[in-house]
């Protein structure tokens, strides 16, 4: 060890956290990145006709979700440049990087003025805020991750849990905005100022996070270790299977999440349900997700990671149908509640092990970004898009349970992932 390791070791040591403040520190970007993309989605239906105007509702709902999708391809850009930072210069500076970028983004999408007021400015605004939480967020997944799990030997899977915990947390909290302001105001409140409330509480979390990244000393494994001054390079030479590895692994982590963040518009366009019933059940579904992923992240850590992770995609394989068969069959704030809850169980005991899992395919100087270039590649194919396949699928196939086929068909494409991935972790590893 080096005299300058030794020193930047005992000079972090003083401020080294307890397990509360590290994740708090490392879930808190991610909250606001979940937060802002859960009132996109949600509100997908009213930002469409503020945004998106056109005769057609199905084309503007279209052009809405396009937007969306279209913000995902900078997100492979953001890993590379933000892992790249973070691995090179430490997970606090990549951290508190990407939590900046974050609350640019969600300020221009809070204050944004409609198409009826600026015209075609007014889109190219929402995908400019789009673009750059894309970006920023494209680093934000394995910075984070690097930073939990690099503060233990032991408990990886449980703190990388709260990755997706906190998500669910988020969703809790935007969900319930959704309910108080889809059930309170009138539609004409709701277009006029209601959508951006929860854009502009979402904005009350990033001073708070970006405080509390600034302050945080680095992680004891990247204190100890000498860092990249090629991180790229050196992980596209020595590691081009893991990173498809840990493209293929996320694949079914995104797409159900996507598909769960669809039921609101799902339940309001397709069922023609109030739009307050999708709302509830995806709250339901998030306290389902917040609640079990650090229990399945902890479980992972006794009794290893592949096996629960394959029966989870199994559990996707064959319920997915039924699950849509049944909102569609008997449209209902339980049916949904039922769909919505089922679909977050399984991900949770899925994406709560994820993390730690994808950490484990990668050394310590180039974790950050490859585990944030194999998820943003993942999400941008499989996540983004889902909300738009769904709508296209729907529209092109007349079949409003053509959801389900898309979610069957990426939890195979995990499964592979998932038995590959067995041979290229350490043998230690659970």
């Not at 974050?102 to 003025?113: E, H, K, L, N, R």
């Not at 673009?131 to 990886?156: D, I, M, N, P």
């Not at 679909?343 to 395919?361: F, M, R, W």
Request: hydrophobic share 50%; glycine share 8%; with cysteine.
């Amino acid at each position: 060890m080096t005299t300058d390791t030794i020193n930047r070791r005992l000079s972090a040591e003083p401020l080294r956290p307890g397990v509360p403040r590290i994740i708090v520190a490392a879930s808190i970007g991610n909250a606001l990145e979940w937060f802002d993309f859960l009132a996109y989605g949600y509100f997908a239906v009213t930002i469409s006709k503020l945004f998106f105007p056109s005769s057609n509702e199905t084309v503007s709902l279209l052009n809405t979700f396009g937007v969306f999708a279209l913000s995902y391809l900078v997100r492979p850009l953001g890993a590379i440049a933000i892992g790249a930072y973070t691995d090179r210069f430490g997970r606090r500076g990549g951290m508190t990087l990407s939590i900046m970028l974050m609350m640019v983004g969600t300020t221009i999408m809070a204050v944004s003025p409609t198409y009826d007021a600026i015209g075609i400015a007014a889109p190219l605004l929402v995908l400019l805020a789009r673009l750059l939480q894309g970006f920023s967020v494209g680093g934000e997944f394995g910075t984070s991750t690097a930073f939990l799990v690099e503060h233990s030997e032991t408990r990886k899977g449980f703190l990388a849990s709260w990755q997706w915990a906190s998500q669910g947390i988020t969703a809790v909290i935007a969900s319930l905005l959704g309910v108080i302001l889809t059930g309170w105001l009138s539609a004409d409140q709701l277009l006029a100022w209601g959508w951006r409330v929860p854009f502009l509480f979402g904005l009350l979390i990033g001073p708070v996070g970006l405080y509390i990244r600034s302050h945080m000393a680095e992680t004891p494994e990247f204190a100890a270790s000498a860092p990249s001054r090629t991180p790229l390079r050196g992980l596209l030479r020595r590691y081009p299977v893991q990173v498809l590895i840990a493209v293929g692994a996320s694949v079914i982590s995104n797409s159900s999440n996507y598909l769960i963040l669809y039921i609101p518009t799902y339940a309001a366009k397709e069922l023609h349900l109030p739009q307050y019933i999708g709302f509830i059940a995806t709250m339901v579904g998030a306290i389902i997700l917040s609640t079990v992923a650090p229990i399945a992240g902890h479980v992972s850590d006794k009794v290893g990671r592949p096996r629960i992770m394959i029966a989870m995609c199994v559990l996707f394989l064959v319920t997915a149908y039924p699950v849509f068969w049944i909102m569609v069959t008997w449209p209902s704030l339980t049916t949904a509640i039922i769909a919505a809850g089922w679909l977050s169980l399984v991900k949770a005991g899925y994406s709560g092990i994820l993390p730690a899992l994808l950490s484990e395919l990668f050394p310590t100087e180039t974790r950050a970004i490859g585990m944030s270039l194999g998820y943003s590649v993942s999400v941008t194919i499989f996540g983004g898009s889902a909300l738009y396949i769904a709508t296209q699928l729907i529209h092109l196939t007349g079949d409003p349970l053509a959801p389900s086929y898309y979610l069957m068909g990426t939890a195979v494409l995990s499964i592979i992932a998932i038995v590959c991935a067995a041979r290229f972790r350490p043998s230690t590893a659970p």
